[in-house]
């Protein structure tokens, strides 16, 4: 069945670094691939997503590229602030699956000042 | 926007109570979803539900039941709750045209002491 791995948390950073989380998947077929993240006491927010193989999501300073030869969506941000502190899930859907997620296990970021 | 309401933000309940969650969504979607969220496992897929009374096990369905007698509610039912389903439960809805964009709400922590 498909299935999606994230990298080991959880991450801390100082405010202005690199921020990279590796996602990889395995799925039949041609999946959409999405990142979510719940900050602390909410629920999950869409922060970006892409459909097709060399699609890239980009929002809020956050990007991500859908590789399909690596089956991977890592992703990436040049300069966090401690407000992106929260815990990224990335999540692929097929296409027959009435939209249901499948989620990684979730990397929980923190950005010190 | 779109906003997916539960009811109950926090519950405590005693082992073998019957336990309902309940879940409204306002955007006439087609499709609504119950996740459990629990450290180091992500969201896990408990039931799904493509139309008014239709029903589909997920992941994880064992322990729990599911209702959908409205399109805008879709209700969790645990008939004996129990210690190990303490867990943060995160209902979820999108719609069957535009199915790649899923909305959560806030989740329900839910205790069973």
């Known amino acids: 069945g498909d299935s999606v791995t994230q990298m080991e948390g959880p991450v801390t950073l100082s405010e202005e670094a690199f921020l990279t989380i590796n996602c990889t998947y395995t799925?039949?077929?041609?999946?959409?691939l999405f990142w979510y993240v719940q900050y602390p006491g909410e629920g999950l927010q869409l922060l970006l997503k892409a459909t097709k193989a060399d699609d890239k999501g980009s929002n809020k300073g956050f990007e991500a590229t859908y590789r399909k030869e690596t089956t991977s969506f890592h992703l990436e941000k040049g300069s966090v602030q401690v407000s992106d502190s929260a815990v990224y899930f990335c999540?692929?859907?097929?296409?027959?699956?009435?939209?249901?997620?499948?989620f990684g296990q979730g990397t929980i970021l923190t950005v010190h000042p | 926007d779109v906003k997916v309401t539960q009811s109950s933000r926090y519950l405590v309940k005693r082992t073998g109570e019957k336990v309902f969650l309940e879940c409204v969504q306002d955007m006439d979607h087609e499709n609504m979803f119950w996740y459990r969220q629990d450290p180091g496992l992500g969201l896990r897929l408990i039931y799904f539900s493509y139309d008014v009374k239709m029903k589909e096990k997920g992941d994880i369905p064992e322990g729990y039941s599911v209702s959908r007698e409205k399109k805008e509610r879709f209700s969790l039912i645990l008939e004996s709750a129990s210690t190990n389903q303490t867990s943060m439960y995160l209902c979820?809805?999108?719609?069957?045209?535009?199915?790649?964009?899923?909305?959560f709400g806030e989740g329900s922590w839910l205790t069973v002491v």
């Open positions: 979820a809805s999108s719609s069957r045209d535009r199915g790649l964009t899923i909305y």
């Open positions: 799925a039949t077929g041609y999946p959409s």
């Open positions: 999540a692929l859907t097929g296409g027959t699956s009435y939209g249901k997620l499948t």
